[in-house]
């Protein structure tokens, strides 16, 4: 089904705000799952409202929450979500880190108990179109294995980074630090197809290709991903003061009740470091010179991060967003959720 972006974000718009969210939180929401699913990110796009419909309906998102800056220093503060929707905390924390980067040359803003917050690139992209390079991290539930061992630790605890060139083109890197997405390995299941080795682990923290085996994902580059795991948790959570590792909330566990995750963005204002003319001159021109390196044999060239979203968001916006079927009929149906994401291990088939 495709759906243009428009309609797409009036009907998820629509579906938030029947569950329970206010009418400028759904429309924020919406706004930051349609620019993944505009990008082909659909892991973070109208696929997860049905899950986010029932965690507002029993109140595990605060529909009505009291947030309040905090702020701990010129450069420095703490953005308090009160269990509000993430996407919503995160976009108005990094609206406060813009302001403040602009004024003092730099600015770290902690999200302090919020909810899933989405695609992390909306956010950094937030900052970078502003002339300024925008970083986040945060907190995801517990499903990675650290780097020898059988038992998860850490979530996917993704990172983002973007930085501005010139004519409004951005340099935009957002990863997960697993190997793969859970989502991979759910799509695997329902097409009874093998996964490769390097994506999970059983129960016994030995490699598998059965994806209904499956115990826990597994890092990037072994120890160097579950290293950045590790960082991505101490920043987001241990220096907020909040659950850290596998003490972390479960995205499926007792959805009456907050997640309390952490984020934190960084933001830097070029400006003070080198003149904003000349990093963007530099940016562009790092641009063209990762597009001028040959491509090695099987590829067509070598694209600057981000830009390999650039065709699919082009051929989205003339056609309409690729929606599935199920999803779709879901977000036109007077269905809120049918309560099927209220279990405790995310694990089972
Ligand atoms: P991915 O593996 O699809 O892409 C990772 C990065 O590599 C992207 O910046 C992409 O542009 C770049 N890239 C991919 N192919 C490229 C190529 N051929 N040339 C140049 N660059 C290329 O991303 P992943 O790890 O699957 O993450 C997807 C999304 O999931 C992200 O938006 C992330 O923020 C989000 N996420 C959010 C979580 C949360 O709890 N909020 C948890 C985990 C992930």
């Given at each position: 089904?495709?759906?243009?972006?428009?309609?797409?974000?009036?009907?998820?718009?629509?579906?938030?705000?029947?569950?329970?969210l206010?009418?400028e939180?759904?429309?924020?929401?919406?706004?930051?799952?349609?620019?993944a699913?505009?990008?082909?990110?659909?892991?973070?796009?109208?696929?997860?409202?049905?899950?986010?419909?029932?965690?507002?309906?029993?109140?595990?998102?605060?529909?009505?929450?009291?947030?309040?800056?905090?702020?701990?220093?010129?450069?420095?503060?703490?953005?308090?979500?009160?269990?509000?929707a993430?996407?919503?905390?995160?976009?108005?924390?990094?609206?406060?880190?813009?302001?403040?980067?602009?004024e003092?040359?730099?600015?770290?803003?902690?999200?302090?108990?919020?909810?899933?917050?989405?695609?992390?690139?909306?956010?950094?992209?937030?900052?970078?179109?502003?002339?300024?390079?925008?970083?986040?991290?945060?907190?995801?539930?517990?499903?990675?294995?650290?780097?020898?061992?059988?038992?998860?630790?850490?979530?996917?605890?993704?990172?983002?980074?973007?930085?501005?060139?010139?004519?409004?083109?951005?340099?935009?890197?957002?990863?997960?630090?697993?190997?793969?997405?859970?989502?991979?390995?759910?799509h695997?299941?329902?097409?009874?197809?093998?996964?490769?080795?390097?994506w999970?682990?059983?129960?016994?923290?030995?490699?598998?290709?059965?994806?209904?085996?499956?115990?826990?994902?597994?890092?990037?580059?072994?120890?160097?991903?579950?290293?950045?795991?590790?960082?991505?948790?101490?920043?987001?959570?241990?220096?907020?003061?909040?659950?850290?590792?596998?003490?972390?909330?479960?995205?499926?566990?007792?959805?009456?009740?907050?997640?309390?995750?952490?984020?934190?963005?960084?933001?830097?204002?070029?400006?003070?470091?080198?003149s904003?003319?000349?990093f963007?001159?530099?940016?562009?021109?790092?641009?063209?010179?990762?597009?001028?390196?040959?491509?090695?044999?099987?590829?067509?060239?070598?694209?600057?991060?981000?830009?390999?979203?650039?065709?699919?968001e082009?051929?989205?916006?003339?056609?309409?967003?690729?929606?599935?079927?199920?999803?779709?009929q879901?977000?036109?149906?007077?269905?809120?959720?049918?309560?099927?994401?209220?279990?405790?291990?995310?694990?089972?088939?």
């Amino acid at each position: 089904m495709r759906v243009s972006n428009q309609d797409l974000k009036g009907l998820i718009k629509n579906k938030l705000n029947k569950a329970g969210l206010t009418e400028e939180h759904a429309e924020i929401v919406s706004e930051v799952l349609v620019f993944a699913d505009a990008k082909g990110i659909h892991s973070h796009g109208a696929m997860r409202v049905e899950y986010y419909a029932e965690r507002i309906a029993k109140g595990g998102i605060n529909a009505d929450p009291n947030f309040n800056l905090e702020k701990t220093g010129p450069s420095s503060a703490i953005f308090h979500a009160d269990n509000g929707a993430g996407h919503v905390a995160a976009k108005f924390a990094m609206d406060e880190a813009i302001k403040m980067a602009k004024e003092n040359g730099v600015a770290i803003i902690g999200v302090k108990k919020m909810s899933h917050s989405g695609a992390l690139s909306y956010f950094t992209e937030h900052a970078a179109k502003q002339d300024l390079i925008g970083f986040s991290v945060c907190q995801s539930d517990p499903m990675v294995v650290p780097f020898g061992g059988a038992e998860s630790y850490y979530g996917t605890n993704p990172l983002a980074f973007a930085a501005p060139g010139n004519d409004g083109k951005l340099i935009s890197f957002d990863m997960a630090t697993t190997v793969q997405a859970w989502g991979k390995i759910l799509h695997a299941r329902s097409k009874n197809q093998p996964i490769p080795d390097t994506w999970a682990v059983d129960v016994n923290g030995e490699p598998t290709t059965d994806p209904l085996k499956v115990h826990a994902l597994l890092p990037i580059a072994g120890p160097k991903g579950y290293g950045l795991g590790m960082m991505v948790d101490v920043l987001s959570g241990i220096l907020l003061g909040l659950p850290f590792g596998n003490k972390v909330s479960s995205m499926y566990h007792d959805l009456s009740e907050g997640r309390n995750l952490g984020q934190l963005h960084l933001v830097i204002n070029p400006e003070k470091f080198s003149s904003i003319n000349s990093f963007k001159q530099n940016i562009s021109n790092t641009m063209s010179d990762l597009n001028a390196i040959k491509p090695a044999s099987g590829f067509d060239q070598v694209f600057y991060p981000g830009q390999n979203l650039e065709k699919i968001e082009k051929e989205y916006e003339e056609n309409g967003i690729e929606i599935v079927d199920d999803i779709y009929q879901y977000l036109v149906s007077d269905v809120i959720h049918n309560n099927s994401y209220d279990h405790n291990d995310p694990f089972d088939e």
